[in-house]
């Protein structure tokens, strides 16, 4: 304190920072360390993610392989209050009514269902995003996408979903095979039937980035309109579109499985989750853990990535973070 | 407020017209064909005259401007005739449903009142428990109540209606064996036994659509709450000594409801949507499982008619939720 008093000029000295600047996303992950839900959703997500894309090489079963000796067999645990049941440890999951192992069909479907949702939720996003930042950016588009992004919130989504997948299922069976089409036809219509509220939500925050000063700077200096998009105004709306882009993972997983469900997705050999709990349901009352397995890991994926998207949500708003 | 009603009543002609038009040419595009059904001894020329005569051989806008005339002008007159005994209709081409040869709207009348009363009698329902949890979970934020219906809603929200379904069956209709798992529609309810019967059969499709209103709306009740209770109006009504309930449930209440109305507004062409699967899983022979069924049959004016009633709901819905938004808060007038 003395010698602040006797040296004024110290206190105009920059003050040196006391740790060195922090990243933003070291502090959005510090906040979303709080929050357990979005935990335990987002390492669900990471381990079912991996359980597909590895387990095929761990658990080396051929998901299509018919075995009609041991058909019919029930799941390992079963063993516990039954002892006369069918069950064996090379089937710990049981097998269908063809004797098609059900661990290696429940992995061969949550590739199939994190596949589509993947793709259908990162085609969305790319549309949403550029329709949003055309719209929020350039005055002159912002009226007639606006009007578009409207209308196609008021078509009725899964009848018209149901309609395009019933009709266009065998030209594109057609010309890129049975799965490949189908694949290519459900990321493409729930993609398209998906992307406004990202779209709306991306407009918004272009809207009032687009007043602010270091966009005038960035123009005054001259610089281009598709580069102030790209280094100036994309990364500055990451946050809303990772909040959407779980959401929309979400919407996409239970879409198809709807579809699957309904009798209109893939080919009835290719397992999906959907798939498979819909072809369980005539016999559910004699095993009714080929309804319940495919069920529960829809539900617990579908679960875990909300809850990611809520813990996000929280993380990455600077208003909330820090609390 | 009533020039914007108007207003926004026009600006819906052009969004009905446009989606209409989507439908149609969606259908136009599809390459399914009506005749594939008929045997192949049947001539060419015969099946072109067939095709004639479903009205296809036209070119795109003749058959677009005919669906229109038939479903805009003519259903209308047939419906007129029928409250007032007229005879406007007499006579003039309806809609056909080519699975059947009968007026689509016929059929549509007859499944409608089974899908209303589920999809109905589940969003009461729903709205009727999600609205007690969001007013409770967020006068008590953080507590034990708070975090298990945050829960339980997050786990509504997540499991899918074609999981649940099926679940309950098994419970219910298979182990248990108290509720019957297929919805019978003859079921006529004329005294109490039979009432007794349609009560139950409508348990299970009715909580399983309800699952997926109250999971949503408890929420947005309860964010809203929160948003109301730290105001300065709040504490102006302690202040000057109102009772408790009083400021909640009239005072916070009122105010919270205000987004959370046009959000059940909103929520009603969804919910349709989602019957789609419901009535499919409890056997419901209601409007969801008629557009199935033509969706298989490829029978495409039954399938344009039935979207079309979908996409009106949507707009319908949108613009109930916009004029109540209007009128229950003075605040916000679009005039």
Known sequence: MTDQATDPLAALKDKEPSKPPRSQWIDVWEQLKHHKGALFGGGFLIFITLAVIFGPYIWQVDPQALDIRNRDMRPIYVALWDGNAKVGWFRPLGTDNLGRDILANLIAGGRASMAVGWAAMILALVIGTGVGVVAGYFKKADFWLMRLTDLVLSLPILPLLLVAVTLFREPLRASFGPEGGMFILIVSVVGLTSWMQTARIVRGDILALKEREFILAARSIGTTPGKIIRRHLLPNVVSPIMVSATLGLATAIITESALSFLGVGFPSDFPTWGKLLADAVQRMEQYPERVVLPGILISLTVLGVNYLGDGLRDALDPRIRGR | ?335
């Open chain 2, 1 to 335: 407020m009533l020039t914007f009603t108007i207003r926004r009543l026009i600006l819906s002609i052009p969004t009905l017209l446009f989606i209409s038009l989507v439908i149609f040419l969606l259908l136009q595009l599809a390459p399914g064909d009506p005749m594939a059904q008929v045997p192949l001894t049947v001539p060419p020329e015969v099946k072109q005259k067939m095709r004639e005569a479903l009205g296809l051989g036209q070119p795109l806008h003749v058959q677009y401007y005919k669906w229109m005339v038939q479903f805009f002008w003519i259903e209308p007159q047939v419906l007129f005739d029928h409250w007032f005994g007229t005879t406007f209709a007499e006579g003039k081409q309806r809609v056909i449903s080519w699975q059947t040869r009968s007026p689509v709207m016929d059929i549509v009348v007859q499944r409608m009142p089974q899908t209303l009363w589920v999809v109905g009698l589940s969003y009461i329902v729903g709205i009727l428990i999600a609205l007690p949890i969001g007013i409770y979970s967020a006068y008590r934020q953080y507590s034990v109540f708070d975090q298990t219906g945050t829960f339980i809603t997050m786990i509504g929200f997540s499991i899918p209606p074609f999981f649940t379904g099926p679940l309950l069956i098994v419970l219910f209709s298979v182990q248990l064996g108290w509720l019957p798992s297929i919805y019978d529609t003859t079921l006529v309810v004329t005294d109490w036994a039979t009432f007794k019967l349609q009560f139950f059969q409508m348990i299970m499709p009715v909580m399983v659509l309800a699952l997926q209103t109250t999971a949503q709306l408890s929420r947005y009740m309860r964010s809203s709450m929160l948003d109301n209770l730290g105001q300065d109006y709040v504490r102006t009504a302690r202040a000057k000594g109102l009772r408790e309930g009083v400021v909640v449930m009239v005072h916070v209440l009122r105010n919270s409801m205000i987004p959370v109305i046009t959000v059940i507004a909103l929520g009603v062409p969804a919910i349709f949507g989602g019957a789609i699967i419901t009535e499919n899983v409890f056997k419901v022979n209601g409007i969801g499982q008629l557009l199935l069924t033509a969706l298989f049959a490829n029978d495409i004016p039954m399938v344009m008619t039935l979207t079309f009633i979908f996409a009106i709901l949507i707009v319908l819905f949108n613009l109930i939720a916009d004029v109540l938004y209007g009128v229950l808060d003075p605040r916000i007038r679009y005039d």
